[in-house]
Nanobody, 113 residues
Framework: QVQLVESGGGLVQAGGSLRLSCAAS????????MDWYRQAPGKQRELVAR???????VWPDSVKGRFIISRDTTKNTAYLQMNNLKPEDTGVYYC???????WGQGTQVTVSS
């Protein structure tokens, strides 16, 4: 099994930055793809970014140019750098490994206007 632990969330003013981390442990040899999702209050969870050996991608258009996903394979950790944060970025951010189905517990990001 794979365990995922997110960290780095918090309260930030609009225009600020945060870097989220997702540390993986367990049967990490099966991990190639790592995703970041977010869930805003009252909304469905949405895919924000994905990284694999094939590259990195961010969705939706509202975060392109502001969010960057990266990973450090030596530390089994994925990162989500979030810049120029907006109030609509508020939500719980989760990391996920689609191959194993593992989810982290989530980390709260709150952006004040």
């Amino acid at each position: 099994q794979v365990q995922l632990v997110e960290s780095g969330g918090g309260l930030v003013q609009a225009g600020g930055s945060l870097r989220l981390s997702c540390a993986a442990s367990g049967s990490i040899g099966s991990i190639n793809v790592m995703d970041w999702y977010r869930q805003a209050p009252g909304k469905q969870r949405e895919l924000v970014a994905r990284i694999s050996s094939g590259g990195a991608t961010v969705w939706p258009d509202s975060v392109k140019g502001r969010f960057i996903i990266s990973r450090d394979t030596t530390k089994n950790t994925a990162y989500l750098q979030m810049n120029n944060l907006k109030p609509e970025d508020t939500g719980v951010y989760y990391c996920h490994t689609p191959v194993t189905g593992a989810w982290g517990q989530g980390t709260q990001v709150t952006v004040s206007s």
